[in-house]
């Protein structure tokens, strides 16, 4: 009865995120949460950065644009377009060496289906049905998903000391001049 309660679950939960606006990006990156729920990866809680990438919210200025805390939604790195979890993750220049390893790694340029390959996690119908093999697929999906961590928390975290500065620049700059701002 459990197992068709879980699923039921599963099901719904599948059927209102295909019908809600929000969440276009974690919907790209995990297309299928059964899937996702049913990895046979091991469990790695997901952290505040890693959540951060699978929403898109937080320390990205499309974001918070939208929430009426940064204008204009550019790139505040490289300048040229929207900055969104894509943009930062997977295209600007300026965070290109955060994705290196990773992208060795997998042989290519990582790609929102790279991404939520590494999430997701193997299919268990593609795994073989000798363990020890079924056993060395799962290990090298766990070293990347280990890899993506690596490239998420190194990357968001130098992205929220780089806005840090650039607010207490602003902030000092501000008191200057004669405005009300934070003390330096």
Same mark, same amino acid.
């Given at each position: 009865?459990?197992?068709?309660?879980?699923?039921?679950?599963?099901?719904?939960?599948?059927?209102?995120?295909?019908?809600?606006?929000?969440?276009?990006?974690?919907?790209?990156?995990?297309?299928?949460?059964?899937?996702?729920?049913?990895?046979?990866?091991?469990?790695?809680?997901?952290?505040?950065?890693?959540?951060?990438?699978?929403?898109?919210?937080?320390?990205?200025?499309?974001?918070?644009?939208?929430?009426?805390?940064?204008?204009?939604?550019?790139?505040?790195?490289?300048?040229?377009?929207?900055?969104?979890? @894509?943009? =930062?993750?997977?295209?600007?220049?300026?965070? +290109?060496?955060?994705?290196?390893? %990773? &992208?060795?790694?997998?042989?290519?340029?990582?790609?929102?289906?790279?991404?939520?390959?590494?999430?997701?996690?193997?299919?268990?119908?593609?795994?073989?049905?000798?363990?020890?093999?079924?056993?060395?697929?799962?290990? @090298?999906? =766990?070293?990347?998903?280990?890899?993506?961590? +690596?490239?998420?928390?190194?990357? %968001? &975290?130098?992205?929220?000391?780089?806005?840090?500065?650039?607010?207490?620049?602003?902030?000092?700059?501000?008191?200057?001049?004669?405005?009300?701002?934070?003390?330096?």
């Amino acid at each position: 009865m459990k197992a068709t309660e879980r699923e039921a679950t599963l099901v719904l939960w599948q059927r209102r995120r295909a019908f809600s606006p929000k969440g276009q990006w974690t919907r790209r990156l995990i297309p299928d949460v059964r899937r996702w729920v049913r990895r046979p990866l091991p469990t790695i809680p997901l952290t505040f950065r890693m959540t951060q990438a699978l929403s898109g919210h937080e320390c990205f200025q499309f974001y918070l644009h939208r929430m009426g805390r940064a204008t204009p939604p550019l790139c505040v790195q490289c300048g040229s377009v929207v900055d969104t979890a @894509e943009h =930062t993750l997977l295209d600007c220049v300026y965070w +290109k060496p955060f994705r290196t390893e %990773l &992208s060795d790694r997998v042989g290519h340029r990582l790609s929102v289906e790279t991404i939520s390959g590494i999430i997701c996690g193997p299919l268990e119908e593609d795994l073989p049905p000798d363990p020890e093999q079924r056993k060395s697929i799962i290990d @090298e999906a =766990t070293e990347s998903l280990l890899l993506l961590y +690596k490239l998420v928390e190194g990357l %968001l &975290s130098s992205k929220e000391e780089e806005e840090r500065a650039r607010q207490a620049a602003a902030a000092s700059g501000q008191n200057r001049m004669g405005f009300p701002g934070r003390r330096t």
